[in-house]
């Protein structure tokens, strides 16, 4: 088992389900189902020491930003971990990267990923980075294999970012959500803040 840490839309475990049992995800996309669809064995909250931000271009959001760590930069990024069987783990990691048999060629078991060992250029997410351990289970995100250039995300991939940390922290207020949101690079001079506001206070009721 593993601790699948995000930081991005699937911090709402409904967006994860959408990933595991197969819909039409909000870009457009058939998502098939995965081969292992159980659900996680357990969900928790955690701080990730990295920083935030939006950057690089990617079709699937019309050509906007996406939402990455950079683990070269410290900071305290909120982020939800789920407890996952590896096959799991290495089927999220095949869909972020749009290329089913990426995971398999580059690391058969975990010890390539637990080492820090897994880089894959070309990937979106290609990057694995091992964190600290939840409870005692070894942990695992994964990021840009290259640092992205700074870019606005769309409103509609946003939207999806707010409610997934909405979602997975309910009692933080949502200015301060807004506040934190108007802050992070990529979004920080490219978002005005009533767009912002707008779009953290209502993403729990309205589709984007």
Do not use: K
């Not at 089913?100 to 637990?114: G, K, S």
């Amino acid at each position: 088992m593993v601790w699948y840490v995000s930081y991005g839309s699937v911090m709402d475990d409904e967006r994860l389900r959408a990933y595991m049992e197969g819909s039409a995800g909000p870009e457009g996309v058939i998502v098939p189902p995965m081969v292992d669809r159980r659900r996680p064995i357990d969900h928790a909250n955690v701080t990730l020491p990295y920083a935030l931000y939006f950057g690089g271009w990617f079709r699937a959001w019309g050509g906007t930003a996406s939402v990455f760590i950079d683990p070269d930069v410290a900071g305290g990024t909120p982020a939800r971990a789920y407890l996952l069987r590896w096959g799991q783990f290495v089927e999220l990691y095949q869909r972020e990267n749009h290329v089913a048999d990426v995971p398999l060629r580059y690391f058969p078991d975990m010890r390539a990923a637990l080492a820090g060992n897994v880089s894959v250029r070309g990937a979106p997410y290609g990057r694995i980075v091992p964190l600290d351990a939840v409870d005692g289970t070894p942990a695992l995100t994964f990021t840009s294999a290259v640092p992205q250039r700074l870019g606005q995300p769309a409103r509609t991939y946003l939207h999806y970012i707010a409610r997934g940390f909405r979602v997975a922290y309910p009692d933080v207020p949502a200015e301060e959500v807004a506040v934190y949101f108007a802050g992070l690079p990529g979004i920080d001079g490219n978002v005005s803040r009533a767009e912002i506001d707008q779009i953290v206070f209502g993403c729990l009721e309205d589709t984007p």
